[in-house]
């Protein structure tokens, strides 16, 4: 019934503007109503079929959308991620952070190598932007269910103080300044490996440096930005690029 008033609506609507656009439709028209339709065969014809060729796809489109669910994909809002997983994400499902590891961990010869003044750094999940914690947790999860490593968190937040003091130590270190990293808005992590007991950093390491790899395909599938792409590489290092932060950066630069 609704699809017979839209046709009805629209055949009404196309001879309206065919009257105001073609001289043709309004003789038609006329004669129509002043009974010579006989004059006007040829017209009418004309007139009838151009109707029914203006028609026709909205039949169809109608029909179309009566034989089941459609949706035309420019305009399908729904989220439908590849990965399963990020579709539990989406739909609710609230990972939680794993028991922190003890202070020992971070203190070793071989982190102290790879990563001086680690065991000074924040760690604490709560200090995160709480999106960014979800989808951080969720590429610890796939991971170990996809590819079996564990990781773990070496530094979330970082305190404005903190980033200027390893500005400080040179370009290898870091190349942003106070308020110029991601870490400082809670939306950037450093991760590295855990395994039987002790954390992987290194990148000589075959081993950390596959897991490295897989790591930032993990990241970036679910939207993140991976350190491993950048002219100064940092393999364990993900962020994410949250509107507004970038606007946040440059008020912090120009003050």
């Keep these: 019934m609704q699809a017979a008033w839209v046709l009805l609506l629209f055949m009404v609507g196309g001879l309206g503007l065919g009257m105001v656009t073609f001289p043709e439709v309004r003789d038609w028209m006329w004669q129509t109503c002043s009974g010579r339709l006989f004059v006007a065969r040829r ?18 489109a109608l029909s179309w959308g009566a034989w089941g669910t459609r949706s035309i994909d420019g305009f399908d809002d729904r989220v439908e991620p590849a990965n399963t997983q990020v579709a539990h994400l989406l739909q609710g499902e609230h990972l939680v952070p794993p028991p922190p590891l003890p202070p020992e961990a971070f203190q070793s010869a071989e982190v102290e190598m790879s990563r001086p003044l680690l065991a000074s750094a924040d760690r604490r999940w709560d200090q995160m932007d709480p999106e960014f914690v979800q989808l951080l947790l969720l590429a610890f999860k ?7 490593y564990d990781m773990a968190l070496l530094e979330g937040w970082r305190s404005p103080e903190r980033q200027a003091m390893l500005a400080q130590k040179g370009t290898h270190v870091t190349m942003a300044g106070a308020w110029q990293s991601y870490h400082q ?12 007991g002790k954390l992987v950093i290194s990148e000589r390491d075959p081993w950390a440096m596959r897991g490295y790899a897989l790591y930032g395909q993990v990241a970036e599938r679910l939207g993140l930005t991976w350190g491993g792409h950048w002219q100064l590489q940092d393999f364990g290092h993900v962020e994410w690029r949250k509107p507004g932060i970038k606007a946040a950066m440059r008020a912090a630069r120009n003050p």
């Excluded at 017209?43 to 169809?60: D, K, M, N, Q, Y």
């Excluded at 950037?188 to 490996?193: H, K, P, T, Y």
């Design 43 to 60: 017209r009418t014809i004309l007139v009838l079929g151009s109707v029914v060729a203006l028609a026709l796809p909205v039949c169809l």
């Design 142 to 148: 796939i991971m170990k269910d996809e590819h079996g």
């Design 185 to 196: 808005y809670g939306v950037a992590a450093d991760c590295a490996f855990f395994k039987e």
